[in-house]
């Protein structure tokens, strides 16, 4: 069908051009738009004969027929379709060529404009199923997977996703080189998501041997084009590696995930950071301070507030560093002595030693999470 806001705008145009009298009908054989306005709403018989024939032009010299003048009529056809008729009034050995041009410039002009319908639709699809998938926890599973069927979008694969902030450049900037990338696949999802990050569903072929052991070494590499780009203009301030999924209801929190990395841990030069690097501190960070509050009150009550922040900075600088006293020290600017001693000082306190049981690690580091969550409240 043969939008008349469409066809009267191409009157508009096309009448700069020529002095012939140009019409345009629809399916239906009725002039939707025409130099001469008096004319629109007319009903044209030889239009309506071409749209259900399989002439493609018609010279109306000599007919008598209600609202049809001497001239050339010539289908318009898109895609194997009769969509509708363009006419010019006049002496047809005149009008013959300008009606054939007026023919190709409507066709032309109708292609391009449904080209760019089907990419407004596409990007407004394409930017509610990204909503969906990151913004809303208990999505429609049958809407999103429609959604991904109309965009091309399987889903038998298993993704990581990749939260990119960006430190300079646009998105439409940095996206490109991504999907630029020798290991960028067809089934990888990869969208801005607004002025400063871009969202990557990375595929993992989990059929491989040793798929989730390389997935690290995949996604450096997968992110070796940006480091190459930093070498001239730093355009990736950080790299966040969220938990794998295989269904689109389960991404949401995949994308969760990478938000709680880029709200809690702070990156390492320009290493991705990864979720499952980080998983025993975003456990503890689920746990509801009222459960923290009812195991440790009395503890965090009985010590003095001068020994309480000494160990909130020596079980943090342990955790952060795997229990490396040394890098633990220099992240505390203090001798690996002093350390110990804190160290040390803290057991006798607490009667638990994390070196040496898993379950009081556990338990020292629980203590660590709730000293944190009680200083924010």
Avoid at 142 to 169: D, K, T
Avoid at 217 to 236: I, S
Avoid at 256 to 271: A, G, N, T
């Amino acid at each position: 069908m043969i939008n008349k806001d469409f066809a009267e705008k191409f009157i508009e145009r096309v009448t700069r051009y020529t002095k012939f009298n140009v019409n345009i009908m629809d399916e239906k054989g009725v002039i939707i738009a025409s130099r001469d306005r008096k004319r629109i709403g007319q009903y044209h018989e030889i239009a309506y004969r071409l749209i259900t024939g399989t002439e493609e032009m018609i010279d109306t010299t000599g007919m008598s027929f209600p609202n049809v003048l001497p001239g050339i009529n010539m289908i318009i056809m898109t895609g194997g379709k009769r969509e509708g008729v363009v006419g010019v009034t006049g002496d047809p050995q005149e009008v013959r060529p300008v009606a054939l041009m007026v023919k190709m410039a409507f066709e032309t002009m109708l292609k391009y404009e449904r080209q760019q319908e089907q990419q407004r639709i596409r990007a407004n699809k394409k930017e509610h199923f990204i909503y969906l998938l990151t913004q809303v926890e208990h999505s429609d599973p049958e809407e999103l997977r429609s959604y991904a069927r109309e965009l091309g979008y399987p889903e038998e694969a298993v993704r990581v996703p990749i939260l990119l902030r960006l430190a300079s450049g646009k998105p439409d900037e940095i996206l490109p080189l991504l999907r630029g990338s020798p290991l960028h696949t067809r089934k990888d999802l990869s969208f801005a998501l607004d002025g400063q990050h871009i969202l990557v569903y990375k595929t993992v072929e989990t059929e491989k041997k040793e798929a989730f052991f390389d997935f690290r070494n995949t996604v450096r590499e997968y992110l070796g084009a940006l480091k190459r780009r930093q070498g001239q203009t730093p355009c990736v301030a950080a790299a966040y590696v969220g938990s794998f999924q295989d269904s689109y209801p389960q991404y949401y929190y995949g994308y969760r995930h990478c938000k709680w990395l880029e709200q809690h841990v702070m990156p390492e030069s320009d290493e991705p950071v990864f979720f499952y690097d980080h998983f025993g501190e975003y456990i503890r960070s689920t746990v509801p301070f009222g459960e923290l509050q009812r195991a440790f009150y009395v503890y965090r009550s009985r010590i003095p507030e001068q020994k309480l922040q000494s160990f909130t900075e020596t079980i943090g600088a342990l955790i952060r560093t795997n229990y490396n006293f040394a890098k633990a020290a220099e992240q505390l600017y203090i001798h690996k002595n002093t350390l110990v001693y804190r160290y040390n000082n803290m057991k006798a306190v607490l009667g638990a030693d994390p070196l040496a049981s898993s379950d009081e690690r556990v338990f020292i580091e629980a203590f660590y999470t709730y000293l944190m969550q009680s200083s924010e409240n």
